[in-house]
């Protein structure tokens, strides 16, 4: 069982910087990836990076590459995503997940592909 916990979300004026962290309890997560989503009210949950455990190879959607990066520290069992240059459509409640076994990168872009879930943080960014 892996429980994330995320934090480090809130409120930014557009061009701000905000660093989310999930924290892997348990047990030292030795799965195939972690990866963020976001979701805003009235939209499905959308992909916006992910990073795999054991190669660090990263990958991010469109919207964000140049102004998030997905990161991980093997000591603190934590991945982060530093957000730079936050837009106000950047808005959205953030959630973390981790999946156990080797995926595709297409298949790891859908949430249904993971297997455990955060509880999510509010990111919003005013204009």
């Known amino acids: 069982q892996v429980q994330l916990v995320e934090s480090g979300g809130g409120l930014v004026q557009a061009g701000g910087s905000l660093r989310l962290s999930c924290a892997a309890s348990?047990?030292?997560?030795?799965?195939?990836?972690m990866g963020w989503f976001r979701q805003s009210p009235g939209k499905e949950r959308e992909f916006v990076a992910f990073?795999?455990?054991?190669?660090?190879?990263?990958y991010y959607t469109d919207s964000v590459k140049g102004r998030f990066t997905i990161s991980r520290d093997n000591a603190k069992n934590t991945v982060y995503l530093q957000m730079n240059s936050l837009k106000p459509e950047d808005t959205a409640v953030y959630y973390c997940?981790?999946?156990?076994?080797?995926?595709?990168?297409?298949?790891?872009?859908?949430?249904?592909?993971?297997?455990?879930w955060g509880q999510g943080t509010q990111v919003t960014v005013s204009s």
């Open positions: 990073i795999k455990w054991s190669s660090y190879i990263t």
């Open positions: 348990g047990r030292p997560f030795s799965g195939y990836a």
């Open positions: 997940a981790a999946v156990l076994t080797s995926k595709t990168t297409v298949v790891l872009l859908r949430p249904g592909s993971y297997d455990y």
